[in-house]
């Protein structure tokens, strides 16, 4: 899924990519991304599933959880995710969805994780609305 690189490209922001990190001389670059072992800051984050991102004790009342390492090896270490995230893609663009049958005859887990990934998807697009409106703001000048 490209969905979150490329909304950190407009927004002006770097999302980890395995051909820029895996050139020689980017070392830095792999340890800011969590290549090779957990970055000191967090890399990225995500909406907590458990509070839909209110605050809760599994994320710290914080409403993301955050990670300190590269997006790949985080999916690396939980292919099931990763399953998810291409069934996801997969009803999303082709509407085909991953079981035989219709939604009532799919996982619920697996139905809420596709719940999670719109809410996620969402979250994405409101940030980079709020750049759009910022920026577009900036551009008008103070007001007079």
Not at 48 to 61: L, M
Request: charged residues 30%; aromatic residues 6%.
């Amino acid at each position: 899924m490209v969905y979150a690189p490329s909304a950190c490209r407009e927004i002006g922001r770097e999302f980890p990519d395995c051909s820029v990190c895996r050139k020689p001389g980017r070392e830095a670059q792999r340890a800011a991304w969590g290549c090779d072992e957990p970055a000191v800051e967090p890399v990225f984050g995500v909406t907590c599933s458990s509070c839909g991102g209110d605050g809760c004790a599994e994320c710290g009342d914080t409403g993301s959880i955050t990670f300190n390492t590269c997006p790949r090896l985080a999916l690396r270490a939980r292919p099931d995710i990763l399953d998810t995230m291409r069934a996801y893609q997969t009803f999303n663009e082709r509407h085909v969805l991953p079981e035989a049958g219709g939604t009532r005859d799919q996982p619920s887990a697996m139905l809420r994780a596709f719940d999670l990934i719109d809410d996620e998807r969402a979250a994405i697009e409101r940030e980079r609305d709020n750049y759009r409106l910022q920026a577009a703001t900036a551009a008008k000048g103070p007001k007079r």
